[in-house]
């Protein structure tokens, strides 16, 4: 089992950045695929990023592809989500997750999820 806990959220204006993180605990966090997910205020949690255990891999929105990048280091148990030139249409809460050997970009591919971290695009 793995707790996840997101931090990095906040206010930006639109074509700023943020990086998000979340870390893990548990002893078995390279075991782990990783996801980055969003959920803005009457919308449904919608993929964002993911990335495999040891990183050869990764998948991207088309929404946030080539502004996003979702990376991670196993030794600190944490995995990272960068965004840049963020939009207005990106303020939503985000939340990261995690699923044992399977790799997915649907939110019930995913067995395990933090708490989410706001972030707020401003235009």
């Known amino acids: 089992q793995v707790q996840l806990v997101e931090s990095g959220g906040g206010l930006v204006q639109a074509g700023g950045s943020l990086r998000l993180s979340c870390t893990a605990s548990g002893r078995t966090f390279s075991n782990y695929n990783m996801g980055w997910f969003r959920q803005a205020p009457g919308k449904e949690r919608e993929f964002v990023a993911a990335?495999?255990?040891?990183?050869?891999?990764?998948e991207y929105a088309d929404s946030v592809k080539g502004r996003f990048i979702i990376s991670r280091a196993n030794a600190q148990k944490r995995v990272y989500l960068q965004m840049n030139s963020l939009k207005p249409e990106g303020t939503a809460a985000y939340f990261c997750a995690a699923v044992p050997f399977r790799f997915g970009v649907r939110p019930h591919d995913y067995h395990y999820w933090g708490q989410g971290t706001q972030v707020t695009v401003s235009s």
């Open positions: 990335i495999t255990w040891n990183g050869s891999t990764t």
